[in-house]
């Protein structure tokens, strides 16, 4: 059975940074193996996406998160993360790690991030 746990958040100042972990386990679940992705659900909006990092090493962004947040993986540890820098009050909600294959799909619990003064 795969799961993913979400840690990281917390509470950050505008201009502040975080990191997001996303630590996988199961039965042959391979970080490196899968599509990796951080979806984040603002207050009172639904969820949207933020990143993603392709097997490959492919990498897609939010146009709101480009040059700001940064999505990796410690292949070693079966971890991805999601560096993020620069957070605005914009920024505030709850982030959850998904991974993909090619039949299932999988969320962490969410990890919550509020950017204010």
């Known amino acids: 059975q795969v799961q993913l746990v979400d840690s990281g958040g917390g509470w950050v100042q505008p201009g502040g940074s975080l990191r997001l972990s996303c630590t996988a386990s199961g039965s042959a679940f391979r970080v490196d193996a899968v599509t990796m992705a951080w979806y984040r659900r603002l207050p009172g909006q639904a969820r949207e996406f933020v990143a993603a990092?392709?097997?490959?090493?492919?990498?897609d962004y939010r146009t709101s998160v480009k040059g700001r947040f940064t999505i990796s993986r410690d292949d070693a540890r079966n971890v991805a993360f999601l560096q993020m820098y620069n957070l605005t009050p914009d920024d505030t909600g709850v982030y959850y790690c998904?991974?993909?294959?090619?039949?299932?799909?999988?969320w962490g619990q969410g990890t919550q991030v509020t950017v204010s003064w």
């Open positions: 990092l392709q097997s490959d090493g492919r990498k």
């Open positions: 998904h991974a993909a294959t090619s039949t299932e799909q999988f």
